[in-house]
């Protein structure tokens, strides 16, 4: 895809979720794309590879958070992949600071030339799972935001997120459509981790019929020391 109808589909779409940028920006995410398809030819980062579908279940779906966070906020984007959603974020919002926790060492390669490629700043990269990076003082309750992009079921994504975020900061579920017997499964371990559901926004990406759910979840008091579980065992024995 050329940069110009590149711009003109994103452009569309930017419009419609109501976020204005700049074109050398919009380069950014060109660029970006080109490179996460260039690259998902040697190692499986995303299973979305035509440009358009890139830009709207990417692009679009990542910078539907972005309404939600405030200027200079600390954020940790926990599996993020392919970069999603820190990167879209990072790119749109430039005063963000921004950690991108993957357990996936070839993946954090891949986000690391994405991050020098792009010029970008206040932004790292840390090979860990969830579990052992919760434990470590240095980033434990040290967070703004703890966010996740279709990662697993949100009692599990609790216990990965919640030790992350110090008390009045949020968690920020990406998820699909269909989340009423999830948010009724996760209630239990979301109080126990010392947070409380305080928004559930969901709407259809620009265009589509694609559904999304975003689910924020305030800290309101302290995580408890044992959390999170040992690697592993959140997504084998959610606490539900």
Excluded: W
């Excluded at 979305?48 to 692009?59: C, D, T």
């Excluded at 749109?92 to 390669?109: F, H, P």
């Excluded at 371990?189 to 019929?209: Q, V």
């Amino acid at each position: 895809m050329q940069l110009k109808e590149f711009e003109k589909i994103f452009q569309n779409y930017l419009s419609k979720i109501n976020i204005m940028l700049k074109e050398e920006q919009i380069l950014m995410f060109y660029k970006y794309m080109n490179l996460l398809l260039e690259e998902n030819e040697k190692i499986n980062l995303t299973a979305i590879v035509a440009p358009e579908e890139v830009i709207l279940k990417h692009f679009i779906d990542c910078l539907t958070i972005e309404k939600y966070l405030k200027k200079g906020q600390k954020i940790i984007d926990v599996g993020t992949g392919a970069g999603f959603p820190g990167i879209p974020l990072k790119i749109a919002r430039e005063d963000l600071d921004i950690t991108l926790v993957d357990s996936l060492n070839k993946r954090l390669k891949f986000l690391n030339k994405i991050i020098k490629e792009l010029n970008l700043k206040k932004i790292e990269t840390i090979h860990s799972r969830a579990e052992e990076l919760g434990k470590d003082k240095r980033y434990r309750e040290s967070f703004d935001i703890a966010t996740s992009r279709a990662v697993a079921n949100l009692s599990t994504l609790s216990e990965y997120l919640i030790p992350f975020v110090r008390q009045k900061g949020k968690c920020i579920c990406m998820k699909g459509s269909s989340v009423e017997e999830e948010l009724e499964k996760s209630k239990k371990a979301i109080s126990i981790l010392g947070g409380k559901i305080e928004t559930i926004d969901t709407f259809n990406l620009p265009n589509s019929d694609i559904n999304r759910s975003i689910i924020i979840i305030e800290k309101i008091k302290t995580t408890p020391l044992k959390y999170p579980r040992k690697p592993g065992t959140p997504s084998k024995e959610p606490l539900c």
